[in-house]
């Protein structure tokens, strides 16, 4: 395809010489950057007549990325969410529901496809509140939610919504668009009395790529499909299993934006040990999106481990802001107060000997959407 060709033609790589490990790893890494300087016809050799539909990323600084998608990403969908999801009980018969941003973005979309695939029927809301959530369960037999883990989690926020939560015929959660951490797992299992299920899924590629079986113990993939390689985003050269790097994707059929060497900017930890599940399949750990987590002392502190000490609390919002010899632990003012327990636990995670607790309100702590609110800065 052109636009590799060329990728690889300036790095000096002939991709046609390309004959064993060696020298597939010296390919340059392909970045979003690149994606967005081209147009998706570029980024393709599927004939026009085999593209199913052109969806976007999220735009998150402000121009969206187009890819192509074809009939052979619906199969190789189709495959991925049939493995996944007869795993953990979805069945024909169930009903589910996407609450997502659909518009032009795929994981709305694919949230859709799931169901269809599993022959459920389903009902898709855009509407991401969680009013809208309690009248489609208090008037559907809803089996199966596909959301973001924030959505699933506000119900835990008003015993009106806890209780229609309990009483609901929902069984299963799928969530995807944002890590999920054990605390908040817990939270919206506790809520619902229904299990909660990790996914992992990129524009770029299709989502869910990775799920959770019903051990909840890492995202399986199918690694004769997806080439994941796990990268020292330093020295750019592959970690060893176990250890946390960058994940960088290949997609390994006839895809309609096949990826070579596709750096997604996102921090996991590879694991092969045997699944209790008993199936083959390889797992990862998503630890957070580089951009999110800080090194210190050369290990990634991810907002997911924030989260997990914080949110085990009750506290339900809060940010921490590493200074040069102390840490902020700023959090929501009409939630509970962060115990010692908590600052000795933060203290230990960031590694820092001195910690000052600030009460804020919701626009202090910049509450208007349902982003990972448990944000680490730096001064
Ligand atoms: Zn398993």
Known sequence: MPFYEKKCREAGIELNNIKSEEDFLKIPFTY???????????????????????????????????????????????????EYFSSIGMKKGGLGAVIAPIGSQVMGHCMMWQFEIMQMGMTICSDLT?????????????????????MASSFSENTEWSE????????????????????????????????????????EVFGPLANECIYQDGLHYIDEDILIEIIDPETFQPVKVGEPGI??????????FPLLRYWSGELFRKYTQPCPCGCNLPRLEHIGRACDCVMINKKYISPKQFENVVLSAGIK?????????????????????????????????????????????????GLESLKPKYIIDRR
């Not at 016809?41 to 187009?66: M, P, V």
């Not at 309690?134 to 924030?150: G, H, M, N, Q």
């Open 130 to 150: 969680p009013e809208s959530l309690l009248e489609i369960i208090e008037s559907l037999p809803v089996t199966d939610i596909a959301t973001l883990p924030r």
């Open 317 to 365: 919002n809060a940010r921490v802001v590493l200074e040069n010899d102390f840490i902020e632990l700023q959090y929501d003012k009409m939630g509970p107060a962060p115990d010692n327990d908590v600052q000795e636990h933060l203290k230990a995670l960031f590694e820092m000997t001195s910690l000052v607790c600030r009460p804020l309100d919701h626009a202090g702590l």
């Open 32 to 82: 979003k950057d690149d994606l967005r300087k081209t147009s998706p016809f570029e980024r393709t050799s599927t004939d026009k007549r085999h593209i199913f539909g052109l969806y976007s990323s999220n735009g998150t600084t402000g121009k969206k990325t187009f890819y192509v998608y074809n009939y052979a990403d619906r199969e190789k969908q189709a495959k991925f969410v049939r």
């Open 164 to 203: 229609a939560a309990k009483k609901s015929s929902v069984e299963r959660f799928v969530l995807g668009g944002d890590f999920l951490s054990d605390a908040r797992r817990k939270l919206i299992e506790e809520t619902w009395n229904a299990r909660a299920y990790n996914s992992y899924g990129m524009s």
């Open 247 to 256: 994940a960088v994707f290949t997609t390994l059929w006839e895809k309609g």
